[in-house]
């Protein structure tokens, strides 16, 4: 079975520029939730969703961060400009929230975003 | 709101000693699930274990185990004769329940553990 699937592993880019994280989850899944990783702050939740709708995104950093979930089977977290401290690894994960039981996430392997 | 603590942030071994890694969390909600997520060298995270809150034994998988004890509110996880190969970051997290009925993780910081040759 295909895991999570994110692209591109690898991103760098120059301050300013638009950078689009793409996410695939594991089919069958309702949930998706994007988080970003630094030594600084550890792991953070920046936005999920269930059934394709945004639930909560209070930790997204700001209004240069956006995402968007078309259909089930895809997601883009977009950071428009970016900028050098937005340097982190960002992971998309997946999971079945099914009559209010909560299941194990899976996460995909992550996208290491270089702002120079 | 919820919190995870893993008070150690990191632990260094020898090959085949038993190390216990602890968590310790708060939650208002009488309903919860626990879990613990290995993150290896080479960056992903690994789901290890789920445990809801209405199932207090403890579990056993290989050299794995976990004591969940709701009395002093702890999900600790056991390596036995650890390897080189346990080498990763470890994060214990809990589900916080949101508004609309739907759910999301609060992680620990992690506990990095080191297993020397």
């Known amino acids: 079975d295909a895991g999570v699937i994110q692209s591109p592993r690898h991103e760098v880019t120059e301050m300013g520029q638009e950078v689009t994280l793409r996410c695939k989850p594991i089919?069958?899944?309702?949930?998706l939730f994007w988080y970003r990783q630094t030594m600084m702050r550890g792991l953070e939740l920046l936005i999920y969703f269930n059934n394709n709708v945004p639930i909560d995104d209070s930790g997204m950093p700001e209004d240069r961060f956006s995402a968007k979930m078309p259909n089930a089977s895809f997601s883009t977290l977009k950071i428009q400009p970016s900028e050098p401290r937005d340097s982190a690894v960002y992971f998309c994960?997946?999971?079945?929230?099914?009559?209010?039981?909560?299941?194990?996430?899976?996460f995909g392997p992550g996208t290491r975003l270089t702002v120079t | 709101a919820q919190k995870v603590t893993q008070a150690q942030t990191e632990i260094s071994v020898v090959e085949k000693e038993d190390v216990t890694l602890d968590c310790v969390y708060e939650?208002?909600?009488?309903?919860?699930?626990l879990f613990w997520y290995k993150q290896p060298p080479s960056g992903e995270l690994v789901f290890l274990i789920r445990?809801?809150?209405?199932?207090?034994q403890n579990e056993i998988s290989g050299r794995y185990s976990w004591n969940f004890q709701k009395s002093t509110s702890s999900f600790n996880f056991t390596i036995t004769a650890s390897q080189v190969v346990d080498s990763a970051v470890y994060f214990c997290?809990?589900?916080?329940?949101?508004?609309?009925?739907?759910?999301?993780?609060?992680f620990g910081k992690g506990m990095k553990l080191t297993v020397n040759p």
């Open positions: 939650t208002r909600d009488t309903t919860y699930y």
């Open positions: 994960a997946s999971s079945l929230f099914f009559a209010q039981r909560f299941y194990e996430q899976y």
């Open positions: 445990r809801n809150s209405f199932d207090e």
């Open positions: 997290a809990l589900s916080e329940r949101t508004q609309g009925g739907s759910e999301k993780l609060v």
């Open positions: 089919s069958g899944h309702n949930s």
